[in-house]
């Protein structure tokens, strides 16, 4: 069984930085781990996905384009998700999932997801 726990979320101001984590147990293959953000009132957006093995790098084209970047370990199991010059539309809960299927930047891509952790940016 996969699990996944987000950890790092955080309330900060305009221009700041964060590092979130994802802690990941129970995936298998080069599977692939996704971030994705979910603002009030809005479906989750993609945001970067990264695969354990192949360790390619794939980014959305959410506005967090170019300030972000996603790294795993595996040595700890854990895929990251740096965020940069955060701005107050950056606001949301960040959701990792893991998934199996050939393409990474959709919902259905994915059968497991964590519990989400807050990101708020304040101006």
């Known amino acids: 069984q996969v699990s996944l726990v987000e950890t790092g979320g955080a309330s900060v101001v305009t221009g700041a930085s964060l590092t979130l984590s994802c802690l990941v147990s129970?995936?298998?293959?080069?599977?692939?781990v996704g971030w994705f953000r979910q603002a009030p009132g809005a479906g989750r957006e993609f945001v970067a996905a990264?695969?354990?093995?192949?360790?390619?790098?794939?980014y959305g084209q959410s506005k967090t384009r170019g300030r972000c970047t996603i790294a795993r370990d595996n040595t700890k199991n854990t895929v990251y998700l740096h965020l940069y010059r955060l701005r107050p539309e950056d606001t949301a809960v960040y959701y990792c999932?893991?998934?199996?299927?050939?393409?990474?930047?959709?919902?259905?891509?994915?059968?497991?997801w964590g519990q989400g952790t807050q990101v708020t940016v304040s101006s």
């Open positions: 129970g995936y298998s293959g080069d599977s692939a």
């Open positions: 990264i695969r354990w093995i192949s360790n390619s790098p794939f």
């Open positions: 999932a893991s998934g199996n299927s050939d393409t990474v930047s959709e919902v259905r891509d994915y059968d497991h």
